[in-house]
């Protein structure tokens, strides 16, 4: 197996060279595809009635069929540009990690200063960046946002937890942007990470998956940060393999469907021009 990730603009994709450039679907959309997500059916209307009230003057100009399309497709604005906000911020971090220094676009300050200051408050020591990991056994691929060693609170809660000689803890982390926070699909995303085979270093050189000591998201607000502990254990990654057979199965419902059959007695009908004579 030999991952290779592919990228066009804000978009990419994982395939498989040794299987003859076989695309493999990322954790990320593995989980969207298999978990259900009863919750999106009430942000869908919620952003959907947002919408429509803060734009109301401007959607009382239209005709009434672009009125109706501006409506549908107006929780995807909402939804859009909170991707980008987290891309945008996923980037910034990436390069304070690397110690550079960055322009802020407006919008994002709060952001970046609460990234700065989990940096910061947390001494974290990065070891790999936005790598790519998968396993072979299960055919799983991901980029993990960071992979650190952190400095935790000397506190009775985090004695589990193990540490090194200098009283670090290696890590396994995500950025999460999301006006919502960090919920229990976040772990199943980052089990899959924790229990790959392989890393793919910055220099193209695959090595072992490194262990972690814990797992946990990273979430960044305008107004500060959450350091949310995750659990990701052998019992949650089997949990992720379920969930990637319900996803395999979804996308493959279509394919469990052929075409009409054609009853063997059906009578033909075949449509001529009758003649003058005919017609008398």
């Known amino acids: 197996m030999k991952i290779v990730k592919k990228s066009n603009g804000k978009n990419h994709w994982y395939v498989d060279e040794d299987a003859g450039g076989e695309r493999v ?55 859009d540009a909170a991707a980008n906000r987290g891309t945008q911020v996923h980037k910034l971090a990436e390069r304070l990690i690397a110690g550079e220094q960055v322009t802020v676009p407006d919008g994002l300050t709060g952001y970046v200063q609460s990234c700065v200051r989990f940096l910061d ?27 650190a060693d952190v400095l935790l609170p000397d506190m009775p809660e985090y004695d589990h937890i193990p540490r090194d000689d200098d009283g670090y803890s290696r890590g396994l982390f995500d950025w999460k942007t999301s006006r919502s926070g960090i919920f229990g699909d976040v772990a199943l995303q980052l089990a899959p990470y924790r229990h790959s085979e392989f890393l793919i270093c910055e220099d193209g050189q695959v090595i072992e998956m490194p262990a972690v000591d814990f797992t946990a998201g990273i979430h960044l607000r305008p107004d500060g940060y959450s350091f949310i502990p995750l659990l990701t254990d052998d019992n949650v990654y089997r949990d992720f393999l379920y969930v990637a057979q319900v996803a395999r199965i979804v996308n493959g419902l279509r394919d469990l469907v052929g075409e009409p059959i054609t009853p063997p007695t059906a009578a033909r009908y075949v449509l001529t021009k009758a003649s003058a004579e005919d017609e008398l």
């Open 121 to 147: 408050d947390f001494d974290v020591r990065a070891v790999h960046v936005e790598a790519v990991v998968y396993s072979e056994t299960h055919r799983h691929v991901g980029t993990t946002d960071l992979i």
């Open 25 to 79: 679907d990322g954790v990320t959309t593995t989980v969207g595809n298999g978990l259900p997500k009863p919750a999106l059916l009430n942000w869908a209307a919620e952003a959907t009635a947002e919408f429509s009230v803060d734009r109301w003057d401007e959607l009382a100009t239209l005709p009434v069929s672009e009125r109706l399309k501006k409506i549908k497709g107006g929780r995807y604005e909402k939804r």
